[in-house]
């Protein structure tokens, strides 16, 4: 008889499965099955953070370099980021819960023939030959009216992003993809896509699943009447097993207790987007404090930073760092649930290692 799962199980099996031996970039990309993306850089964007510890030798920038190249779109899932393009093709033709009116229809396709005769365009092309205007935006900031317009037709399937020019999303047209109206697609469509987020983030407490399934209403809001019986189709057939009161669950053919999930004697500085700190249930209940995003907290209430890292020592996140890159010169400003450090030179060497490949990941000079 196998012998219980336990919570330092959950915990090793979570940290194993993510952090992969580092491998190629459209390997990478196509084990985590999405990316998410942030626009902060601070030291550097979130997707690159994620990747530096996945892709051997990845530098930061990578991803956008070489993006023209890659079999992956930028697109809304969950969240907005990188997919495999087959993945990312699960979710359209996409209808868009907001609907457009004749005459912001009329504008799209005006754009799309104005796109189409280019083959690609940069946001600038577009406002100088349409002088939209400017709109407020969802922030209360005004911006141009055609990036509006050309991230709504984004969204909407009617472009995809070919490259970007200093960070700002270049459009060519999207091939156009039949309507599925088939009930069973549908299902099939909503089963793969509760699989990938699974795979992305497992081991999953039965509420963490519940909030990612209902969080596919970005991605596929065309189906979101299918999202419940997507949610107990996932829960009858993935592998699962009660902890501590709490269920939890995980991609078919994985051993959360199998001794073969070994730990490296490592530090890690984590994303705050990366998959295994994403789940802030998750990390409660792996770690036993609350971690936040600051960026968007008033400086004077943050108690991390504006944009802390997690800091993940073996199998434990044990505290956070605050990296600043001034002059070529790396900066790492440390906290400590604990109140202090681990005292052992193990500790010690490790984060002096992790400051060493973050610092040739951001080009610091020293």
């Known amino acids: 008889m196998p012998r219980p799962l336990t919570l330092d199980d959950l915990r090793r099996h979570a940290v194993a499965r993510s952090l992969f031996t580092p491998t190629t970039l459209p390997r990478a990309i196509e084990r985590l099955g999405f990316v998410q993306a942030d626009p902060i850089r601070a030291p550097a964007r979130a997707q690159d953070l994620t990747l530096r510890h996945r892709v051997k030798g990845y530098l930061a920038g990578d991803l956008e370099r070489r993006y023209p190249r890659l079999d992956v779109e930028e697109d809304f899932f969950v969240n907005y980021g990188f997919l495999p393009r087959p993945l990312a ?27 189409r005769e280019r083959g690609c365009v940069h946001p600038r092309e577009v406002d100088a030959a349409f002088a939209h205007g400017k709109t407020r935006n969802w922030f209360g900031g005004s911006s141009n009216a055609s990036t509006q317009l050309l991230d709504g037709m984004h969204y909407r399937g009617l472009l995809r992003v070919a490259r970007r020019e200093g960070g700002t999303r270049c459009y060519a047209p999207r091939e156009a993809t039949p ?38 209403r970005g991605g596929a809001p065309q189906w979101e009447a299918g999202r419940a019986a997507a949610l107990a189709r996932a829960k009858a057939r993935l592998p699962h097993a009660r902890v501590d009161g709490v269920d939890w669950y995980w991609p078919e053919g994985e051993d959360p207790g199998s001794r073969r999930h070994r730990v490296p004697e490592r530090v890690h500085l984590l994303a705050p987007f990366d998959p295994v700190v994403w789940d802030r249930r998750r990390f409660e209940l792996f770690w036993g404090w609350a971690y936040r995003f600051e960026a968007y907290t008033p400086a004077p209430r943050r108690q991390l930073g504006y944009y ?3 800091l993940l020592w073996r199998h434990e996140v044990i505290g956070w ?26 500790f010690r060497q490790a984060l002096d290692e992790e400051r060493g490949r973050l610092g040739e990941f951001l080009g610091a000079t020293a």
């Open 308 to 310: 802390a890292l997690p």
């Open 89 to 115: 093709g699960l979710m359209h033709p996409r209808t868009a819960r907001t609907a457009w009116p004749p005459e912001r229809w009329r504008q799209a396709e005006e754009v799309l023939a104005f796109v």
């Open 179 to 216: 309507p599925v109206d088939d009930p069973a697609e549908v299902a099939a469509r909503l089963d793969a896509l509760v699989d990938l987020l699974v795979a992305k983030y497992a081991p999953l407490p039965a509420a963490s699943l519940g909030q990612l399934t209902a969080m596919l």
């Open 321 to 346: 760092a605050n990296a600043t890159l001034q002059g070529g010169q790396l900066t790492l400003a440390t906290g400590y649930v604990a109140g202090r450090a681990p005292r052992d030179a193990a």
